[in-house]
């Protein structure tokens, strides 16, 4: 019962308190600043407040960018602890980050993007490497014979080394081939450019942002919006956020 009372306690001050948190301190880096304003005067450098117009994509911004920081700062402390040989708390700092891996990173404003994979712990995989080293020298072809070679070495990746570092590029890879003037397979291309967001939500490719604009291609244009939406807040960096931001405008203009 006391437990419960506190736990009221603590929740009624955050309730409370949050509003003037908001307010208060900047969506981006947290650091404190006017009232009234959104981000502070070196995040209004790098972050549009026009690509982040409501208050559900602030706060999911500030969410994700939480989430990347903490991560990164983990990371940098593990491989600290290791250069100086410090055991001990290099196997804390281990610790908290496989902890930190198998936390689910739920999408809030999930509208169909399927099961995205959180957690996963990805490794470099030698023979992963060398497939897809393969895959893109055959991807390099013009040959169209060459370029489905290329998709066998990605999918092999996919099915027998599903821990590599490698899974995700080798679906973006496999989207690119079936996007291409060889085959203009825009659907089969969709899939794969979602796929490797899901099976790899951290990729550094516009992997949603290519998925919409093969719907929008094939005239898909509900999908379209709805992954271009997912792309604004979900993007990989500013200028993937900005230019699914365009893409997504530009659509809504276009079948009014």
Partial sequence: ?????????????????????ALTFCLECFDRIDDNEKFCVACKTKLSVDTLETKEKQLIHAVTVSR??????????????????????????RRELDALNNVPRPIYTDK???????GTTFRDIEDANILFKDGMMYRRSLRKENRLIAVNRFNKILQEYPESDKVGDAAFEIGEI????????????AKYYILSYQLNPDIKRAALLMAASMHEKMADYERAITIYQQATVYGHDEK??????RSLSALERKIK
């Avoid at 019962?1 to 949050?18: I, N």
């Avoid at 079936?178 to 291309?189: L, P």
Wanted: net charge positive; glycine share 6%; hydrophobic share 40%.
């Fill in 1 to 21: 019962m006391k437990r419960a009372s506190t736990l009221l306690v603590v929740v009624c001050w955050l309730l409370v308190s949050y509003p003037a948190f």
């Fill in 68 to 93: 990347e920081n903490y991560r990164k700062s983990l990371d940098e402390l593990r491989a600290y602890y290791q250069t100086i040989g410090n055991q001990m708390r290099l196997r804390k700092a």
């Fill in 240 to 245: 993937s956020r900005r230019r699914a931001e």
């Fill in 178 to 189: 079936y996007a291409g003037s060889h085959f203009r397979d825009y659907e089969s291309a």
């Fill in 112 to 118: 169909g993007l399927g099961d995205v994979l959180s």
